[in-house]
Structures are given as C-alpha cells and as structure tokens.
C-alpha cells in the first residue's frame, strides 16, 4: 500500500529533451523529498519541499527544476539532460518536516537520457 | 558528510536467521531507520531506532547504539519473499536523511 504516486514510472528522453516527473502524496503530508537512486550507490537526496516552500537544494544542477504548486503535488522538470542523470528518481513525503514519522516513498520513476 | 557503511550482499537459507550490520557518522543524530526495498518498488519502511536498544516487530528486530555509531537489522525465520534490498538511512541534526548503498539479501530455498 502506498499513499504516494508518480508518473510516469518509466521515461526515456534524449538530452535535447524537455520532460517533467510528476508526485502526488495522498497522506495530507507537509513535506516532500526528491531523491536520486543510481545503480549500487546510496540514495541522494536532491530537493526537500516544506509547505510548499523549498528548504534544501543539495547541490543540484540547474537542469532539474523542482516545483510544488501545494502539499500534495511535487513535480521535477528536466531539461538538457546527460546520460549519467539516468537513474531512479523517487518522490517521498513525510506529515513534518521535523517529526519523528518516517518518510513514504512512491514506486519511482526510472529515467533514461539517451 | 554523512558516511553510512553496510555490507554489499548476503546470502541465507530460507528459515534461517540474518544480521545486517551498519556503522555510522553523521553530524547530529535524529534516530536511524531501516527501509526494505524489493527490485523496481519503493523503499518501504521496517523499523526506527532513537535511543540505544532492539526494537523488535514480529520477524525483523533492530538494535542501535548510539556510542558506537551501529545498528543492526535482525531477520528471522526466512522467508523467500525476504529477498530484497535493505536501506539503512540516518536522520542528522537538520532532519535530513541520508542512506547507505543497501544490503541485497538473497534467499536461497
């Protein structure tokens, strides 16, 4: 069972591309999560959203983009990507920023730049 | 940085029992989670540990000492559904998660 949706769960683009990955949390979550799974490496986390306001960049290149119109929908939009950004991207949410709760994942989206 | 260490791989008999260790370094500590993550699905949550003990919830347990910077993931009684990949992850001073690469635990019949 899970509260957290993504679409689409599989993308393929070439890096001329312009394409957005899209999350929505059913759980009346405050805080969103971006992350970046790459095969055999640990989880990064690239983008933290706190009622609806952006709190942590880490280090992103400016070819992401995230954006979160309201609590419940986080969006990544991708433009001139390289073939290394092909990986995992899950959107996770959690009630708080500072809670103790732990955090829900959606299924991903695995991402291909060609 | 964070610096979280657990093994690549393990393998066990079905009904069997398994321990996946992982040793820590973080700035601040904020509790430490355990995530099991089976191939092309999302992490799920197992287990959380604050303060120093095991937690225990039916087959999996998880131990934390804090001191030490360690933790580990008990799984007991195998089951071949148990195959999967197992994230430990801790939350630092700033509520931030961050993760080890993942233990694949392989079931064998």
């Known amino acids: 069972e899970t509260g957290v949706t993504q679409t689409p769960r599989h993308l393929v683009m070439g890096m001329t591309n312009k394409k957005s990955l899209k999350c929505e949390q059913h759980?009346?979550?405050?805080?969103m999560y971006w992350y970046k799974q790459s095969a055999k490496k640990p989880l990064e986390l690239m983008f933290v959203?706190?009622?609806?306001?952006?709190?942590e960049n880490n280090s992103v290149p400016s070819r992401f983009s995230p954006e979160c119109p309201n609590s419940s929908h986080l969006f990544l939009h991708l433009h001139t990507l390289q073939p290394e950004d092909s990986a995992l991207y899950l959107c996770?949410?959690?009630?708080?920023?500072?809670?103790?709760?732990?955090?829900?994942f959606g299924p991903g989206t695995r991402l291909t730049v060609l | 940085g964070q610096n979280i260490d657990q093994p690549t791989e393990m393998t066990a008999t079905e009904g069997a029992i398994v321990q996946i260790n992982c040793t820590y370094q973080?700035?601040?500590?904020?509790?430490l989670f355990w995530y099991q993550q089976h191939a092309g699905e999302a992490p799920t949550f197992l287990s959380y540990?604050?303060?120093?003990g095991l937690e225990e919830k039916g087959r999996f347990s998880s131990f934390l000492s804090r001191s030490k910077g360690y933790s580990y993931l008990l799984l007991k009684e195998l089951q071949m559904k148990d195959s999967a990949s197992y994230l430990c992850?801790?939350?630092?001073?700033?509520?931030?998660?961050?993760f080890g690469a993942g233990t694949t635990v392989t079931v064998r019949a």
């Open positions: 996770a949410s959690s009630r708080l920023l500072e809670s103790v709760d732990t955090q829900y």
């Open positions: 992850a801790v939350r630092d001073r700033d509520y931030k998660l961050s």
């Open positions: 959203y706190n009622f609806k306001e952006q709190t």
């Open positions: 973080t700035s601040g500590f904020n509790g």
């Open positions: 540990n604050v303060l120093d």
């Open positions: 759980l009346g979550h405050n805080a």
